[in-house]
């Protein structure tokens, strides 16, 4: 027995042994990595990024992150942290080496003057465990593949024909006329109705999960119901925020919802991959003159994907982009319009001068000609950045303009492998580029200049350089249609009195939304 105890105490003195070897060489990777750093930093004549080093192998900040989540307010935590640091610093943590940036002129070495240095780093894995394999998960080859032959999907002649909105707005403005006198959740109802729109591009199948309806697809209760794609894709869109604060580590984030979230979007599309592959149109029903003529994104595509699973993760890109970023913006909009009835007012007077009640004038060129509705457009994505980020990772060891020395100015040092995050949320609110009012919500900054801001890439809703988003015109277009629809329509679109001075927190998934919904009233 004697023999047995002291073998237990010599297995636990190896384990404490283990225990703490690993903070000791972890600690020791790190301050090698820095010393590697700022030997490279002279061997290029530049100066090094200011670290925000916790101490503690950045464990305690991973765990504020979390918390920022959580809390919902991820962006005001990263703004926090710009007032303590500067427009650029290292994150530094044993999970990886984090460059922030809000410099306008790092952005455009990044993703214009440079994109060739840089790739998605491990934004590809992380997103990809989501919507697989496609143009907003790919790198290189592969993604040149990939915008080659989604562009031409993306032609003027298929976008801008605003009879595609019509339908799913008018389904819009029934359902907010049912409520009148209450007050509802309008983003509720963006979501649904992006949602029928993007399916509806996709596959030509109408969905109605405006309407409320939840039959599963072909009424074949093996397949999903859109309530099923709703709800996995707004879990999914959030769950991959939380695995990407964890950098490197991001696999150890998962969940059995998360999985199973991913799987019934892909056997929603599974359905008209297989309706692509057989028929040239996917619609069972009789279709009226426009439908049978109308482009349908899926049966296009199959043409030049012969692989399923491959079709499968375009369409699945290509939804997440249309549902999420275009809802995100259609929420983030009524939140301020909402707020702010002389801005709705003035907004309301410029659609019906020009147009009256009529949505035959609503078309794409005369959309784009509102000037203010442009501008409370573009103040929306400035103010609330829908997409609030941006990662990219080197190639090889880059120099980037600015961001080094104690001031942030000096040329500095990325190494090869290193996470680059554009943080547009906090660039776009920026004062010193955007004057002191870059907090406040006044679309009259853009009616007084198309570009604000000293440099144009200080604005950057939809990315920059080659891999601009390729359905920016489309989800602008819609946005654009269904405010003037929604204008037409109501008098006055308000918020409820205690809701005015709560603050704007978010829900961080790939696109920003408000948390807690957009409460409105409307009246006609």
Same mark, same amino acid.
């Given at each position: 027995m004697?023999?047995?105890?002291?073998?237990?105490?010599?297995?636990?003195?190896?384990?404490?042994?283990?225990?703490?070897?690993?903070?000791?060489?972890?600690?020791?990777?790190?301050?090698?990595?820095?010393i590697?750093?700022?030997?490279?930093?002279?061997?290029? =004549?530049? %100066?090094?990024v200011?670290?925000?080093n916790?101490g503690?192998?950045? &464990?305690?900040?991973?765990?504020?992150?979390?918390?920022?989540?959580? !809390?919902?307010?991820?962006m005001?935590?990263f703004?926090?942290?710009i007032?303590?640091?500067?427009?650029?610093y290292?994150?530094?943590?044993?999970?990886? *080496?984090?460059?922030?940036?809000?410099?306008?002129?790092n952005a455009k070495?990044?993703?214009?003057?440079?994109h060739? *240095?840089?790739?998605l780093?491990?934004?590809?894995?992380?997103?990809a465990?989501?919507i697989?394999?496609?143009?907003?998960?790919?790198?290189?080859?592969?993604?040149?593949?990939?915008?080659?032959?989604?562009?031409?999907?993306?032609?003027r002649?298929?976008?801008?024909?605003?009879? &595609?909105?019509?339908?799913?707005?008018?389904?819009?403005i029934?359902?907010?006329?049912e409520?009148?006198? !209450?007050?509802?959740?309008?983003?509720?109802?963006?979501?649904?109705?992006?949602?029928?729109f993007?399916v509806?591009f996709?596959?030509g199948?109408?969905?109605g999960?405006?309407?409320?309806?939840?039959?599963?697809?072909?009424?074949?209760?093996?397949?999903?119901?859109?309530?099923?794609?709703?709800?996995?894709?707004?879990?999914?869109?959030?769950?991959?925020?939380?695995?990407?604060?964890?950098? =490197?580590?991001?696999?150890?984030?998962?969940?059995?919802?998360?999985?199973?979230?991913?799987?019934?979007?892909?056997?929603?599309?599974?359905?008209?991959?297989?309706? %692509?592959?057989?028929?040239?149109?996917?619609?069972?029903?009789?279709?009226?003159?426009?439908?049978?003529?109308? &482009?349908i994104?899926?049966?296009?595509?199959?043409?030049?994907?012969?692989?399923?699973?491959?079709?499968? !993760?375009?369409?699945?890109?290509?939804?997440?982009?249309g549902?999420?970023?275009?809802?995100s913006?259609l929420?983030?909009?009524?939140?301020?319009?909402?707020?702010?009835?002389?801005?709705?007012?003035?907004?309301?007077?410029?659609?019906?001068?020009?147009?009256?009640?009529?949505?035959? +004038?609503?078309?794409?060129?005369?959309?784009?000609?509102?000037?203010?509705?442009?501008a409370?457009?573009?103040e929306t994505?400035?103010?609330?950045?829908?997409?609030p980020?941006?990662?990219?990772?080197?190639?090889? /060891?880059?120099?980037?303009?600015t961001?080094?020395?104690?001031?942030?100015?000096?040329?500095?040092?990325?190494?090869?492998?290193?996470?680059v995050?554009?943080?547009t949320?906090?660039?776009?609110? /920026?004062?010193?580029?955007?004057?002191?009012? %870059?907090?406040?919500?006044n679309?009259?900054?853009?009616?007084?200049?198309s570009?604000? %801001?000293? *440099?144009p890439?200080? &604005?950057?809703?939809?990315?920059? +350089?080659?891999?601009?988003?390729i359905?920016?015109?489309?989800?602008?277009?819609?946005?654009?249609y269904?405010?003037?629809?929604?204008?037409?329509?109501?008098?006055?679109? +308000?918020?409820?009195?205690?809701?005015?001075?709560?603050?704007?927190?978010?829900?961080?998934?790939?696109?920003l939304f408000?948390?807690?919904?957009?409460?409105?009233?409307?009246?006609?």
């Amino acid at each position: 027995m004697l023999l047995d105890i002291v073998s237990n105490l010599q297995t636990y003195k190896y384990f404490l042994y283990f225990l703490v070897a690993i903070p000791l060489v972890l600690w020791a990777k790190e301050k090698y990595k820095v010393i590697r750093y700022h030997r490279k930093c002279r061997q290029y =004549g530049v %100066a090094p990024v200011k670290i925000d080093n916790d101490g503690l192998l950045g &464990f305690s900040r991973l765990f504020a992150k979390l918390d920022d989540a959580k !809390n919902h307010r991820t962006m005001e935590g990263f703004e926090d942290d710009i007032k303590r640091m500067g427009r650029t610093y290292n994150m530094k943590s044993v999970m990886g *080496d984090v460059i922030v940036t809000t410099q306008p002129e790092n952005a455009k070495f990044i993703l214009s003057t440079n994109h060739n *240095d840089f790739s998605l780093g491990i934004r590809s894995d992380q997103l990809a465990s989501f919507i697989g394999n496609g143009i907003f998960t790919q790198n290189g080859h592969n993604w040149k593949h990939s915008r080659s032959i989604l562009k031409p999907q993306f032609a003027r002649s298929q976008i801008t024909d605003t009879r &595609f909105f019509e339908k799913n707005a008018d389904n819009l403005i029934n359902v907010m006329k049912e409520q009148r006198g !209450n007050v509802f959740d309008v983003m509720h109802y963006f979501q649904c109705m992006t949602l029928d729109f993007a399916v509806e591009f996709l596959t030509g199948e109408r969905l109605g999960c405006i309407l409320g309806n939840n039959l599963p697809l072909n009424n074949d209760y093996n397949n999903p119901t859109p309530g099923d794609l709703q709800n996995a894709l707004g879990f999914a869109s959030e769950f991959v925020i939380k695995r990407a604060i964890a950098v =490197g580590f991001y696999w150890l984030f998962t969940s059995e919802r998360f999985n199973n979230s991913v799987t019934i979007a892909q056997r929603f599309f599974d359905v008209f991959v297989k309706k %692509a592959r057989k028929v040239t149109s996917i619609r069972s029903e009789p279709q009226d003159e426009m439908n049978k003529e109308r &482009f349908i994104f899926i049966n296009e595509l199959s043409k030049q994907v012969q692989d399923d699973a491959d079709l499968r !993760n375009q369409c699945m890109n290509v939804l997440l982009a249309g549902r999420d970023t275009t809802a995100s913006l259609l929420s983030l909009c009524f939140h301020y319009l909402s707020r702010n009835p002389d801005i709705y007012k003035r907004l309301r007077e410029e659609i019906n001068e020009t147009y009256g009640d009529s949505k035959e +004038g609503l078309t794409s060129d005369n959309l784009r000609a509102c000037k203010y509705l442009k501008a409370v457009v573009n103040e929306t994505l400035r103010i609330a950045s829908t997409v609030p980020f941006n990662l990219r990772s080197p190639e090889k /060891d880059v120099i980037l303009p600015t961001g080094g020395g104690s001031d942030g100015t000096e040329p500095m040092l990325v190494e090869k492998g290193t996470h680059v995050l554009i943080l547009t949320y906090a660039l776009h609110r /920026d004062e010193g580029y955007w004057g002191q009012d %870059a907090k406040m919500f006044n679309p009259e900054r853009w009616m007084e200049s198309s570009q604000p %801001a000293a *440099d144009p890439w200080c &604005f950057l809703p939809f990315s920059g +350089g080659p891999r601009i988003c390729i359905g920016q015109q489309l989800a602008l277009n819609e946005v654009y249609y269904t405010i003037a629809r929604v204008c037409q329509s109501f008098s006055t679109v +308000g918020t409820p009195q205690d809701e005015k001075s709560k603050e704007l927190q978010f829900n961080a998934g790939v696109a920003l939304f408000p948390y807690g919904g957009v409460p409105v009233y409307a009246n006609e």
